[in-house]
């Protein structure tokens, strides 16, 4: 049984990759923002272990988790939660730049960091689930996409710094999916939201464990998900 940290899974993909996990009896450690969040995680998914830290403020992680319990061992680091504010560069104020860049960039580096030592002892495995806008940037979608490249960069770098020890590393690049940040995407554009056109966030789960579960021999670095049609 491995034991994974996810991010975000409180909705989204990030809940289809616990439950996924769950059903197979790994060890579930679930990140969340506060206490009561916590609480609603372990209620969701029995038997989980939590750890509360506020990825928009990232400087404070290490404070937070010194006083918390780590795993010891941590087979899979999965970077799920992220948040979006669409808006043209000459409307976005500083403070959309600055949480779409903690929460999506500066917090899976510091988060990186901090369990690195976990994920070092059994060669295990970082996902970051990036987005279509972490390979293209259209308008409106500056700041987020500005996140996500970032984001691959710090994959990019990671990969060929923990190969000696042995640590996989992973992108995933899902086009639009059906989740609760797609809903939020819509109001801001405006648009009505259909979730039967985009992808369903199991499919995603299923790129992300599939990347988890591929012999020691190889590893999938970088898994582009894109609408099936």
Same mark, same amino acid.
């Given at each position: 049984?491995?034991?994974?940290?996810?991010? !975000?899974?409180?909705? !989204?993909?990030?809940?289809?990759?616990?439950?996924?996990?769950?059903?197979?009896?790994?060890?579930?450690?679930?990140?969340?923002? @506060?206490?009561? =969040?916590?609480?609603?995680?372990?209620?969701?998914?029995?038997?989980? =272990?939590?750890?509360?830290? @506020?990825?928009?403020?990232?400087?404070?992680?290490?404070?937070?988790?010194?006083?918390?319990?780590?795993?010891?061992?941590?087979?899979?680091?999965?970077?799920?939660?992220?948040?979006?504010?669409?808006?043209?560069?000459?409307?976005?104020?500083?403070?959309?730049?600055?949480?779409?860049?903690?929460?999506?960039?500066?917090?899976?580096?510091?988060?990186?960091?901090?369990?690195?030592?976990?994920?070092?002892?059994?060669?295990?495995?970082?996902?970051?689930?990036?987005?279509?806008?972490?390979?293209?940037?259209?308008?409106?979608?500056?700041?987020?996409?500005?996140?996500?490249?970032?984001?691959?960069?710090?994959?990019?770098?990671?990969?060929?710094?923990?190969?000696?020890?042995?640590?996989?590393?992973?992108?995933?690049?899902?086009?639009?999916?059906?989740?609760?940040?797609?809903?939020?995407?819509?109001?801001?554009?405006?648009?009505?939201?259909?979730?039967?056109?985009?992808?369903?966030?199991?499919?995603?789960?299923?790129?992300?464990?599939?990347?988890?579960?591929?012999?020691?021999?190889?590893?999938?670095?970088?898994?582009?998900?894109?609408?099936?049609?």
């Amino acid at each position: 049984m491995g034991a994974h940290l996810i991010t !975000g899974a409180g909705s !989204g993909i990030g809940e289809a990759v616990a439950q996924r996990l769950s059903e197979r009896g790994e060890q579930l450690w679930l990140l969340a923002r @506060d206490a009561k =969040r916590a609480a609603q995680l372990r209620e969701r998914f029995p038997g989980a =272990r939590t750890l509360v830290g @506020d990825l928009a403020d990232p400087a404070k992680l290490s404070w937070a988790f010194g006083h918390q319990e780590l795993p010891v061992e941590l087979d899979s680091l999965l970077h799920v939660a992220g948040v979006v504010q669409l808006g043209e560069i000459g409307d976005l104020p500083v403070k959309a730049w600055q949480e779409q860049l903690n929460v999506n960039l500066v917090a899976p580096a510091e988060l990186t960091r901090l369990l690195l030592p976990s994920i070092r002892l059994v060669r295990g495995h970082v996902v970051f689930v990036n987005s279509g806008a972490g390979l293209r940037a259209d308008a409106t979608w500056g700041g987020y996409a500005a996140s996500k490249f970032g984001l691959r960069a710090l994959a990019d770098s990671l990969r060929l710094e923990e190969q000696p020890h042995g640590v996989r590393v992973t992108t995933v690049y899902p086009g639009r999916t059906a989740t609760p940040m797609q809903v939020k995407v819509h109001q801001q554009e405006g648009k009505e939201y259909d979730p039967a056109r985009w992808i369903a966030p199991e499919s995603v789960a299923t790129a992300i464990v599939t990347a988890l579960d591929l012999p020691r021999d190889a590893a999938l670095t970088e898994i582009t998900v894109r609408p099936g049609g």
